[in-house]
C-alpha cells in the first residue's frame, strides 16, 4: 500500500515516520522546498525527543518532495496533514486546507483512493471536501475516492508512544473506507510490530479501541476531547485559587479527587494555564462553532477565562513581592508551552516575556531547546537570551518558571538563589518540592508557601493567629 502524508508539520511527519516505520512506502509532501530539501538530507524541521532514531529506522521506506504531481496519483490513502492555524475571528484559517484538497482532486487517478483528514478541522469539513473533491471529480472525470475523519490525539514530546500505543484509533466515513483504514492499522490494532527500542511498549497495554463513527462525530471528538481536557485543567486551576484561599494544597486534593475513577488523576496539574497549539484553538473553535449555530456554551466559555486569569495571576503573585517592576531583572526559566518541545504557540512564557516588558523589567530568558526558535519567532518582544537557567538567574530580583522542564527540578535551588540580587521565585509550575531558606519567598498555584526551615514553627502560628 502507498500512503502520501500531505503537510509536513507535527501530526504529518509524526504519521509519515511512525507508517514508514510500520512497513508501508511513504511519501511526504510539503510546498515549503526549504523543509522538504532538509528532510530530504535527513534533518527534521521540528523536535521531537526519539524521532530522530525512528527517522533513521524508516528511512528506507521514505520519500519526500515538493510535487502533487509526483504524490497523489500512485498513493492509495492520502493524509491531510495541513495547518489550520486561528483566523483573529477564532474561526480556523481553512486557506491551506482547501489549496491542498484542490490540489490532489487534480491528480485523483481514477482507481480508489482514500483521502484522510488528520488536521484538527472544523466539524463539517469531511463533507466539504467531498464537496470539492465532487467539483474536480466531473472536471478531471476521475472517480473513485472516500474521505475519512482519523482524528489525531498524540501530544508534542510523547508524539511517539501516542501513536505507536494510543487508547483507540477513531475512524469517521463509509464501512468500506473505515474498512480499508482497520486494515492499513493492522499493525497498531493487532499490536503486530515490532517496538522501537526508544519507544518500548508500555507496562498493561494491549491495543487500542477502534470507534468507528460517522464523518461528522469523528470531527466532534476529536474538539470536544481536548475541549474537555482544557477545561479539566481550568477546573484543577479555579479549586487550586480556592486552595490558596483556604489554605488547602492542591497536590492533596487534585490526587484525592483523580483517585476517583470517573475522575482521573491526569490532567489536573495546576500551574500557568495550557497552552499549545490544540487546546486555545479547539476551545474557541467550539465556541465559535456554537455560535455558528445560535448555541452557546458557557463551560468552555468559563474554562477559557479561567486560562487567561490563570497567566494574570503569576504576574500579580510577582508583584505582591516586588511592587515596583521598572528597571527590575526577571529570569524566565521556560520558553516552550510545555516541556520536551520547541513549540512556543500560545506558551505562558510569551506573556509572562510581554507583560514585564510593559511594566518596565527586563525578562531574562532560558529555554533548553526552544530558544533558537524563539530568536526566529518571537522578534516582537524584548528579552535577554541566557545560556543556561544558572545564569539566567544570576544577578536577577525575581524568577519565574513557565515550563517545567526537568533541568529545572534538579536546579540546586539554594545554590542559585545565592547568586540573585533578589530571592523572589515564582514557581508557575509547581516544580520545588523542598522549601526554600529565608530570605527567599516562594510561590506557587494552589499551595501555601512550604513554611520556611528558618522560621520556628511557633513564630509562623504566633504571625497567623495575629494576621
Ligand atoms: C494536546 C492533546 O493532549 C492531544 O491529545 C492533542 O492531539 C493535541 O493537544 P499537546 O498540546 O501536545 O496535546 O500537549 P498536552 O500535553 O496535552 O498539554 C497541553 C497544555 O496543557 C500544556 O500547556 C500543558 O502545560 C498544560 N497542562 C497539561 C496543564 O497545565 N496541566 C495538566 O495537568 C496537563
Redesign the pocket.
Known sequence: MNITIVGTG??GLGTAIMLAYLGYQVTGLDSDEGKISSLKAGALPIYEPGLDDLLQAASPNLRWTTQYSDAIPDADFIFVCVGTPPLPDGHPNLQYLEGAVRSIAQHLDGKPQIIVNKS?VPIGTGDWVLRILEEHAALYATSHYEVVSN?????????LG?SLYPDRIVLGGSSWATGQMRTLYAPLIEQSFEAPAHVPRPRGYERPAVVETTLTSAEMI?YS??AF??L??SY??EIAGLCECVGADIHEVAAGIGLDHRIGT??????????????GK?TSALITTGQDYGYSMPILRAAMTVNERQRSLVIEKLQKHVRLLKGKRVAVLGMA???D?D?LR???AHDFILRLGRLGATAVAYDPVAMPRARREWTHLHYVEAVSASAALAGADAVIVA??WSEFRSLNWEEVLATMRGRVVIDA?NIIREPLAAPAVLEQIGREQPQSAFLPASGLAAVKVGA
Not at 152 to 158: I, Q, S, V
Not at 268 to 275: I, V
Open positions: 507535527y501530526v484538527t482524528p489525531e490525539f498524540l501530544r508534542e514530546g510523547t508524539a501516542d476529536k476531547a481536548n481536557l482544557a479539566k485543567i484543577a486551576n491526569r490532567f489536573l496539574a495546576a500551574g500557568a494555564g495550557w497552552g499549545g497549539s490544540c487546546f479547539d508551552f510545555k516541556p518541545t513549540d500560545d506558551a505562558p515550563t517545567e509550575r
